[in-house]
């Protein structure tokens, strides 16, 4: 994120690229970071029109105070390509996802390096949220959070309990059931590397309230949420929390 950027958000929601109500709602559900996610929100067939508007909507995220930000596809995908339009909104970080080595990221920062000198924005100014949605990905951390230009990083749950589920054999509840031990060593790697850890948006209908408590304790301060309608109990959670410490 660009250096100016000091405060750290506690809310990441995630939204399709493609859908003007959806953005609507994004920017009147008071999250402090809004991503354009074009790797699974956005229909293939609509992420060019998704990538030309974005600057417009990062100008209206900028203008509520909130930080705008994107999820592309991977570089050797459409993710070359959807960088080069997006760059144009300066987002505030680019997120990668299904991060399982360390030379994804240091490609994705060679290739900002580029844009941004291109695009007169200062060196570094994109940040890169690596998204960690495997096992491997998670055996691998300590080495993937290195990279320098990190901003953050973050778990993906959802991917996670569903490698979980398909290696194991389990139903997605038992799957979700045995991600804690996993998110807990996420977080420990994130704070060796002295990143934020993002944590991953919960994968059921019900229950968030209770597992966020946990999340907490555990020493989580920010959260990917897909729904607007978590937002304000995230927020309460969280500054409730930051005010005992």
């Not at 992420?47 to 600057?55: G, K, N």
């Not at 569903?162 to 804690?180: F, P």
Request: net charge negative.
């Amino acid at each position: 994120m660009s250096p100016h950027e000091q405060a750290i958000p506690r809310s990441w929601l995630f939204v399709p690229g493609h859908d003007p109500a959806r953005l609507d709602a994004a920017l009147a559900s008071g999250a402090e970071a809004i991503v354009v996610d074009l790797e699974e929100f956005t229909p293939a067939a609509e992420r060019d029109s998704a990538c030309q508007a974005f600057p417009a909507f990062a100008e209206r995220c900028r203008q509520q105070n909130c930080r705008p930000m994107a999820r592309i596809n991977r570089l050797d995908r459409s993710g070359a390509a959807e960088l080069e339009a997006l760059i144009k909104g300066a987002p505030s970080a680019i997120f990668l996802p299904q991060v399982e080595n360390p030379q994804a990221l240091i490609d994705l920062s060679q290739t900002l390096d580029d844009v941004e000198r291109r695009y007169g924005l200062s060196p570094e100014q994109v940040g890169i949220v690596p998204t960690l949605e495997s096992r491997l990905a998670i055996d691998n951390a300590n080495a993937l959070l290195q990279v320098p230009r990190l901003a953050a990083a973050l778990i993906g749950t959802g991917d996670l309990a569903q490698d979980l589920a398909q290696s194991l054999g389990l139903s997605t509840a038992e799957a979700v059931s045995r991600l804690r031990p996993y998110r807990q060593r996420f977080l420990e790697a994130c704070h060796c590397a002295g990143l934020l850890a993002i944590d991953g948006p919960w994968p059921m209908s019900e229950g968030f309230i209770d597992d966020q408590a946990w999340a907490i304790r555990q020493g989580f301060r920010a959260r990917c949420v897909t729904d607007p309608a978590q937002i304000p109990f995230l927020h309460d959670a969280l500054s409730a929390q930051l005010q005992t410490e």
